[in-house]
């Protein structure tokens, strides 16, 4: 049975959000914090790191050993991507962005 | 796909392989997880394996995936205690319709996949892959191809990638679907639900400098079909959540998303450390949008081991059509929504996601690889009843080359 519009809907659960987002709000705060922290740190070689980073060059083939390294690849881990793929797919609504593949699971 | 079926992949893929030169380098890389959520909800035991073999100009890769997964998962339908409908429960007792807010699953999913990565003269990468996986209720089949193009003086790479997949859906105890936003008391059942999914990347590599690497991607998926989930269950109640009628969810029949995905990766000059972050923008047709960050910090503690801590949050909005609950009318008649769309599942709510972690990296000899991993993720949730979850992951992963 349609005997009314969608829009009723919404209105009726905002009251219940409301007093809901209170806790996320707080919650959030505490990863923010935590987010906060890790650029603190990593901010404490000073600026340097960061004049590192958005400098440009032209990388001679002989000056490419770094890049070559295992751990400067932008997968370091197949095996830990391919978990997160999963896990996050499963538990949120968001998919995608580094790379493409078929096939998937029943787990959202 | 039968046993069968997955055995005749397994065979033609070994074969493959086994016409080897002497020059090929073999990898084995295999991995177990264990997730685990709090409040006795889902846990999964996953068990990954990879067989790879590198010649001069191919590299072909086999995959095996075991999951078992089991516990309760939300149905989405609200946790009052206070109905005027009562079911007989699965042991045949009677139950009210609080005993619906949860569901118990045990499940088992298999996946193969293999891969083939072919390098050209002219600095172009061809990857070839696929993928097929089964589970109690539904089956996945899926193709990709992408091209890598390097450009001249190796400052940067262009990628293309292409995704085809097709997926069945159904109810594991009947192999139906049931129909949507009908009430549970009097379902009708339709046939298994079919979905066909296309995703196209467009992406870029950048040298920046000899110690930093900058990654962008766009990418765009279209899918067509079944994307209701069909256990998950939607609450008609009053104004003090007394239930008056439980029926099933109904989503749109298609769905468009849309991302944008940066990476940096950077070593510092001072130091072997090594800086791995990224951001993904998200958005869809169905009104979500979400925001991703990770930040992972690889402190090198020795030519064999590392440390590094890691660091991601997420956050999203809801779905268009999701709510908590269908309201009703002065004569306690539900209210459906006039598009004939609804879901009250909580992974369509407003939603953040925090995840810490620890990763450990050690290689006893310089041909193995053991990392392990620890984390711990907590879920906030805006409106649903299961307002929060929290979950313990752990992976242990071992590589030998060969």
């Excluded at chain 2, 879901?343 to 953040?352: G, I, T």
Aim: hydrophobic residues 30%; neutral net charge; proline residues 2%.
């Amino acid at each position: 049975m349609k005997s009314h519009s969608w829009h009723q809907v919404n209105s009726a659960s905002a009251t219940v959000a409301n007093g809901v987002n209170d806790r996320i709000c707080h919650r959030s705060r505490v990863g923010n914090i935590i987010a906060l922290v890790f650029i603190f740190l990593l901010t404490q070689s000073g600026c340097s790191t960061f004049k590192d980073i958005i400098e440009t060059e032209q990388v001679k083939p002989w000056q490419r050993g770094t890049l070559a390294r295992d751990d400067m690849q932008l997968n370091t881990d197949r095996m830990r991507q391919s978990v997160d793929d999963h896990i996050y797919f499963s538990k949120e609504a968001s998919t995608g962005g580094s790379n493409v593949q078929g096939g998937g699971c029943g787990c959202n | 796909m039968s046993g069968t079926d997955i055995s005749r992949a397994l065979s033609f893929a070994a074969l493959a392989l086994v016409g080897v030169e002497s020059t090929a380098e073999w990898e084995v890389d295999s991995s177990h997880l264990s997730y685990s959520e709090s409040d006795d909800r889902v846990s999964v035991s996953k068990t990954l394996i990879d067989l790879t073999q590198r010649r001069d100009q191919t590299t072909l890769s086999v995959g095996l995936v075991n999951d078992t997964m089991s516990g309760a998962s939300p149905t989405g339908a609200i946790r009052s205690s206070d109905s005027a409908v009562t079911y007989t429960g699965a042991s045949g007792s009677a139950a009210t319709e609080s005993n619906y807010a949860k569901s118990h699953f045990d499940d088992q999913r298999r996946q193969v996949s293999l891969g083939v990565e072919h390098r050209h003269e002219n600095d172009l990468v061809m990857n070839y892959g696929g993928a097929v996986s089964r589970e109690s209720d539904f089956d996945s089949f899926g193709v990709n191809i992408s091209a890598a193009k390097t450009t001249r003086h190796k400052a940067g790479t262009y990628l293309l990638g292409l995704a085809y997949t097709q997926d069945t859906i159904y109810r594991s105890d009947t192999g139906t679907t049931p129909e949507p936003l009908s009430n549970m008391q009097s379902r009708r059942e339709y046939s298994e639900g079919e979905r066909t999914s296309v995703e196209a990347l467009l992406g870029y590599t950048h040298v920046l400098n000899r110690r930093t690497l900058a990654q962008m991607n766009m990418t765009v998926s279209r899918s067509q079909g079944y994307h209701t989930d069909p256990y998950k269950i939607i609450s008609a109640a009053d104004a003090n959540d007394r239930i008056l009628a439980n029926f099933y969810e109904a989503r749109p029949d298609s769905r468009l998303r849309t991302s944008l995905f940066g990476k940096l990766v950077h070593q510092r000059r001072d130091s072997k450390d090594s800086l791995h972050t990224s951001y993904r923008f998200y958005l869809d047709d169905w009104g979500v949008s979400s925001h991703t960050v990770g930040f992972r910090y690889r402190h090198v503690l020795s030519d064999r081991q590392y440390i590094e801590p890691a660091i991601r949050l997420y956050s999203q909005s809801d779905a268009d059509f999701y709510q908590r609950k269908l309201q009703v009318d002065e004569g306690n008649n539900p209210v459906i929504p006039d598009e004939g769309i609804a879901s009250a599942d909580y992974r369509l709510d407003s939603l953040r996601s925090t995840t810490l972690g620890i990763n450990y990296g050690f290689s006893p000899t310089p041909a193995t690889r053991l990392r392990l991993r620890a984390e711990y993720l907590a879920q906030r949730f805006s409106t649903a009843d299961f307002s929060s979850m929290s979950a313990v992951i752990l992976q242990a992963s071992f590589s030998i080359s060969f």
